[in-house]
């Protein structure tokens, strides 16, 4: 079939296989480019593995390390005549390059925060690893069900206290209008906690802890966000951020179980991704943040991101440097002085009619797309393209 883009609100309802194999080979050359890893995890277990931060932390130690790599994702593959989910060919194009380069690859496509699937993972780790000596924790879902009550949560992105007015992009008029959003409710807030927060990663490591098939030495780290004042009442300050500080009091906890050093919180960029652009407000500030983070030569995408943390942190031999809160920071560049205050300028100016002239618009929207695999160079959009591909490793 010829595959072409959906697009319906914040989300694209196509992927196209070629495009995103593309932008898989490109993030695996990019890392090839920068030279192997000084201390490089062996065996790396990575939670949302198909796309955004998760991929990029795949991607990562694998080809910059020779890592062999478990990834867990929720994607659906494409069918006869309906395409599957962008991470879904992200992950069949990850474990081809994989397989050619000698790279040990296993994916889990189904629901992380389930038993099942936990015990699936580890009995692979048992049968062909052994033991993990990394585990990345890159989950961002709209729900989960509790494994032990059957109970569904879902999180929302609400302010706390009271309602929240800002300025905001519409990305399918490039309008720029405003948004008003009541505060989130006690419960909505508890549900976020529960979704968002760090109860399922500690039940991982706890789980892996269990079986024997965490390495003597591990690290684990999983992401949150930090960003500006003006998004604070709807992300740090919101429902949000109150799952993040769960997040940041979960590796408190673990590290207090298994030793300093084993989890830390890695604060990182706002980047495009299937999850960011749910989130309001954020793309009209990505959107400024890029075309300031690219005048300075300072921007970067996920790849550029995890490869900082990994060479400078996770895998460079000696200790992640950390903030006053024990966080590393790969968001130093975005939170720069310099950076923030052009941003906070051009967000007091900024209106339909001048966003393409002092925004990133333009690239915003070219990497929304390339998400799923559309408006790559060297892909011919309009061949006949089979959207049921496999993944080697099921094959
Ligand atoms: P994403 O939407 O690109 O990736 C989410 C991943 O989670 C995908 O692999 C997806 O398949 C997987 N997933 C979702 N529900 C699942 C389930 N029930 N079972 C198994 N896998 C499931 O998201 P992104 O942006 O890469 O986010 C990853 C983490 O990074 C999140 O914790 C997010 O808060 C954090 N982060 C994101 C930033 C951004 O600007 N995008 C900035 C800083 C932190």
């Known amino acids: 079939m010829i595959i072409a883009p959906k697009i319906r609100g914040f989300i694209c309802t196509t992927a196209h296989p070629e495009g995103c194999a593309a932008n898989v080979r490109a993030q695996i050359d990019y890392v090839k480019s920068r030279g192997p890893l000084a201390d490089p995890p062996k065996n790396v277990l990575v939670i949302g593995a198909s796309t955004g931060y998760g991929l990029a932390s795949r991607i990562v130690p694998a080809f910059g390390g020779g890592a062999a790599t478990i990834g867990v994702f929720f994607e659906k593959p494409g069918v006869e005549n309906k395409t599957g989910s962008a991470g879904w060919y992200n992950s069949v194009a990850f474990e081809e390059a994989a397989s050619e380069a000698g790279l040990y690859a296993k994916s889990f496509n189904g629901d992380a925060f389930s ?33 032990a009550t059957g109970e569904v949560y879902k999180s929302v992105l609400k302010p706390i206290g009271g309602s929240y007015s800002q300025k905001n992009l519409n990305t399918d008029t490039a309008e720029v209008n405003s948004v008003s959003i009541d505060p989130a409710s006690e419960e909505e807030i508890a549900h976020t906690v529960k979704v968002m927060g760090g109860e399922d990663w500690e039940l991982w490591i706890e789980a892996l802890a269990s079986a ?15 960003g500006p004042d003006l998004t604070y009442p709807i992300y740090t300050n919101g429902t949000i951020g109150r799952a993040k500080e769960h997040l940041e009091q ?17 604060v990182n960029k706002a980047l495009v991704t299937q999850a960011s652009s749910a989130i309001p407000v954020v793309p009209l500030y990505i959107s400024l943040l890029y075309k300031v983070m690219k005048e300075a030569d300072l921007h970067e995408g996920c790849i550029e991101q995890i490869q900082r943390l990994f060479a400078e942190h996770l895998a460079s031999g000696g200790a992640p440097v950390l903030d006053e809160k024990g966080r590393i920071r790969i968001d130093d560049w975005e939170m720069r002085p310099d950076i ?44 006949d393209t089979n959207p049921e591909v496999s993944l080697p490793s099921e094959k």
């Open 115 to 147: 038993k099942e699937v936990k015990e699936a993972v580890i009995a692979a780790i048992k049968a062909d690893l052994g033991q993990v000596d990394s585990i990345v924790y890159s989950l961002a879902s709209p729900r989960r069900t509790d494994p």
């Open 212 to 226: 024997g098939a965490l390495a003597d030495g591990f690290t684990t780290v999983a992401y949150s966000y930090i």
């Open 250 to 266: 979960s590796a408190v906890r673990i590290n207090s179980r298994f030793g300093a050093g084993s989890a830390y919180v890695s």
């Open 340 to 383: 923030q205050a052009a941003v906070a300028s051009a967000w007091h100016t900024v209106t339909t009619e001048n966003l393409s002239a002092i925004s990133d618009f333009s690239g915003y929207r070219k990497e929304f797309l390339r998400l799923f695999g559309f408006g790559l160079e060297g892909v011919d959009y309009e061949a």
